[in-house]
């Protein structure tokens, strides 16, 4: 459904790797979205497919495996749409993080599920200490950092563990694959300085499709 008033490339929207593996992923995520409401037992009922499609093989076509030059995240790193949800309320992509490269400590703004791939990955999650009044502002600590491992996987359920970052911690890229109730490199989220308290408005882009205008 295309109800937003913005002008975009239809062709961005749906499967923009079209493959049964993903199809499989996407058509039990719909069917979970219109069948449980709350979202930690959606979350949990989608473990199995989600698993399905990290332990598959050969579903991940080459150019999406690759670094991003121009990466609004910094360090070459990737953002690759696999499927989008016209109406914004689901996407799947890739991240390819080169190998030492680190995201920004950033939010999701939704529910999801993400897993490793290829490669290895270090996450650091953090907790929120401030009610979030101010804007610019953000107190954090540190609330655990786990190693990942490809067919390892993770849940987001804001607003608890929303916020984190993750480094690739193998020789070669790390390509992790994310499935989320929003369109998440063309929402505005927030991007986090934790040694200075800061908070600023982050849109990653895809590396694959452009966002809708503002
Ligand atoms: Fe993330």
Request: net charge positive.
């Given at each position: 459904m295309c109800d937003n008033g913005h002008a975009h490339d239809h062709g961005s929207f749906g499967f923009l790797v079209d493959v049964p593996e993903i199809r499989q992923l996407i058509d039990e995520t719909a069917r979970q979205m219109a069948d449980v409401s709350d979202n930690a037992e959606r979350v949990e009922a989608l473990k199995p497919a989600f698993a399905r499609l990290l332990a598959a093989d050969g579903w991940l076509p080459d150019p999406i495996t690759r670094p991003d030059a121009?990466?609004?995240?910094?360090?070459g790193i990737g953002q690759y749409a696999l499927y989008r949800a016209e109406d914004g309320s689901l996407c799947l992509f890739a991240l390819v993080v080169p190998a030492d490269a680190a995201t920004p400590v950033h939010d999701h703004l939704a529910w999801g599920l993400v897993g490793v791939y290829r490669g290895e990955q270090d996450e650091t999650v953090y907790r929120r200490l401030d009610d979030g009044s101010n804007p610019s502002r953000a107190q954090l600590e540190i609330a655990k950092r786990q190693a990942l491992g490809p067919g390892d996987f993770y849940a987001l359920l804001p607003p608890t563990d929303d916020i984190h970052y993750v480094k690739t911690i193998s020789k070669t890229a790390s390509i992790s694959i994310h499935l989320l109730a929003n369109d998440t490199a063309c929402v505005w989220r927030h991007q986090f300085d934790p040694g200075l308290g800061t908070v600023k408005p982050f849109r990653s882009g895809y590396a694959n499709a452009p966002c809708p205008a503002d």
């Open positions: 121009t990466s609004k995240m910094g360090g």
